[in-house]
């Protein structure tokens, strides 16, 4: 596609409950992103992946938090029974191999009650 | 550690004043550093990289290694450039650690 696309923009989710946020990344882009922005912060590193591996996945906060990529394209995130802390926009992002400049997605705003 | 700082949070001029939104950073290797910027409803955008030492909208940021700082300059604002703008470090040949970010306003 034109860019990197996120969905959904918005979800409002109840606490302990599961959510999935979706990346849709430039094609042709084999490198993958997610990040987080929690209210105040700066963004804050969760995975990486090449390809359909994630050969980093050091920033993802607890077990409840994992990710997939498959056929090198979409990646999912996915956040089990979801905490309060938990609220944040998540974006991801993507880019060419060995070019170190992201294309961002418009992020998903996580809000869980 | 590796850090980046940005100690404004918001900063405030008018049209046609300069521009210095400041970064800082902590690494130990060689950095390679970025301004990325948000547009009101807008998406996270990359701004310039200090390796390209090029000039995007007027922007200017010059690696500076002894007082490890990469600030982003103009020298004339615009009320187009009001929006967050983050500094960025590369750590490795991937990851970034962003700044808070500053919010710039531009003021008529």
């Known amino acids: 596609g034109a860019g990197v696309s996120q969905s959904p923009s918005n979800k409002v989710t109840e606490k302990g409950k599961d959510v999935e946020l979706r990346c849709d990344p430039i094609?042709?882009?084999?490198?993958l992103y997610w990040y987080r922005q929690s209210l105040g912060q700066g963004l804050e590193f969760l995975i990486y992946?090449?390809?359909?591996?994630?050969?980093?996945k050091s920033g993802l906060p607890s077990d409840r938090f994992s990710a997939e990529r498959t056929g090198g394209s979409v990646s999912t995130l996915t956040i089990q029974r979801t905490q309060q802390e938990d609220s944040a926009v998540y974006l991801c992002?993507?880019?060419?191999?060995?070019?170190?400049?992201?294309?961002f997605g418009s992020g998903t705003r996580l809000t869980v009650v | 550690a590796q850090r980046v700082t940005q100690p404004e949070k918001l900063l405030s001029v008018f049209k046609g004043a300069p521009v210095e939104l400041k970064c800082n950073y902590s690494?130990?290797?060689?950095?390679?550093l970025f301004w990325y910027v948000q547009y009101s409803r807008q998406r996270l955008q990359l701004l310039l990289r200090?390796?390209s030492r090029e000039s995007i909208k007027g922007f200017t940021a010059d690696l500076n290694k002894g007082e490890t700082s990469f600030h982003l300059k103009k020298p004339f604002a615009q009320e187009e450039d009001s929006a967050m703008y983050y500094c960025?470090?590369?750590?490795?040949?991937?990851?970034?650690?962003f700044g808070t970010g500053t919010r710039l306003k531009v003021l008529a």
């Open positions: 992002a993507s880019s060419p191999t060995g070019d170190r400049g992201y294309t």
């Open positions: 094609s042709g882009h084999t490198a």
């Open positions: 992946f090449q390809g359909n591996s994630a050969p980093d």
């Open positions: 690494y130990s290797g060689s950095p390679e």
């Open positions: 200090h390796i």
């Open positions: 960025a470090l590369l750590v490795g040949t991937y990851k970034y650690i």
